[in-house]
């Protein structure tokens, strides 16, 4: 193989290993936060925490146990070989991530409705609409699944695929954006303009690039 190519596959591989890394960190980092509020009382600990409020307490701190265990899945669903070996895994897994991206839409969205955001109604919005989207996305996957019409199932899970990083997203551009600038136009209250702009952008952007995509790969196959 030539020396270019190699080093290509080799930049692929680390980059994807790295990937792979920053699941790992954030999904661990979900898991346990997750635990924690489900079991203990973490008034002290965190704002996200409503004291003497179970439904909230429930559907926030399971939507961060639900979504760690469908990040750490997803990732595997659209390796062919996976799916051909093991088709009967594929569909388990699949199953699996469904309903937990389900439930983990239906956990934020229940938050956003009793407590808000911290940011207020923009954020809101943009996290709403996130929630939405990730349960049509799941819903979808499932009936096409079920329907055995596989090019429609494909095209859904790879949207929920995005959604389901999206939230991995969310804080690494947070990481690249304070290590190139020290947390300009950022504050706690996440109301600053590079906060605004990241309500949405975590998910948008990379839900167009998708169907730009996948309108390029239905042209190339007619
Ligand atoms: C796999 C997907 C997801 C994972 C792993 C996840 C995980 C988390 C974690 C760990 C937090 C705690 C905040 C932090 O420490 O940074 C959080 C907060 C939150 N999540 Fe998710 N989440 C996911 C998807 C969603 C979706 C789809 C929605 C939309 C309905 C959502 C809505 C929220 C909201 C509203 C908060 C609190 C925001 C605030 O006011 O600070 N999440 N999530």
Redesign the pocket.
Known sequence: MPLRKRLALMAGYSGLLLLGLFILGFAA??LR?GLRGVRLDLSDVTY?YTPGDTFTNIA?FS??IL??L??VLVPFQPIRRLRRRFPWLHRMVGRLIVFA?AF??LG??A??ATRG??AGPLMDVG??L??VL?LGCAIQTLRHARGRDFARHSAWALRLFV??MG?LIFRLHYLIWFTLTDGMWSNEHLTGGFDQVQYFGFYIPYLVALEIWLKRRARAET
Request: glycine letters at 10%; aromatic letters at 18%.
């Open positions: 980092y979900s936060f996200i926030i939507h961060m979504g760690a469908a990040m991206s983990v839409a934020g969205l938050y956003i955001t911290i996290f709403a996130y929630g990730m959604l389901v939230s």
